[in-house]
C-alpha cells in the first residue's frame, strides 16, 4: 500500500513538473493597439500593429473581424483569425469571437454571431417562441 502511495506522489509531482515545461505564448501588451497575429514561413510568429489608440477589446475584435473580411476579398480562404489585444488573445471563428490569456490555452467566448452575420454580447438577443 505504501508503494502504491509513493508512486502516486511521484507521478503527481512528475505531472505538475511537466504542466510547468509547457510552451506558453504570450501576447505584447501595448496599451490601446490592436495585433494581427500571422505566421512567419519558418513557423515563428509575427505580431502585426492593425490599429491604434483602441478603447476596448471588444472594438479590437471588430476591428479584426473588418480585416478578415477584406483578406476573403482578396483570395484567403480561412474563415478564422487570430489577433491580440493587450496581453489576451482574440480569436475569430466561424461562430463567434472567442478570447484566452494564451494561445494555447483555454478560450471563452466573449462575442457571438446572430443569424445575419452581426456579432452580439451573448444573451444580448432573445428568440421569441413561434405561436
Known sequence: ?????????????????????QKETKAPFDKGVCFYLAKNKDGSLRFNPVAHNVPQMEECAATLEGTRVRFQRLGMTTNSMIGSYQG????????????????????????????????????????????
Open 1 to 21: 500500500m505504501r508503494k502504491i502511495v509513493l508512486a502516486a506522489a511521484v507521478l503527481a509531482v512528475s505531472g505538475l513538473a511537466l504542466a510547468g515545461c
Open 88 to 131: 489576451s488573445f482574440i480569436f475569430i471563428e466561424k461562430e463567434g469571437i472567442y478570447v484566452g490569456q494564451t494561445l494555447e490555452g483555454p478560450r471563452y467566448m466573449s462575442l457571438v454571431r446572430t443569424g445575419d452575420g452581426r456579432l452580439a454580447v451573448p444573451g444580448a438577443i432573445r428568440r421569441v417562441p413561434a405561436q
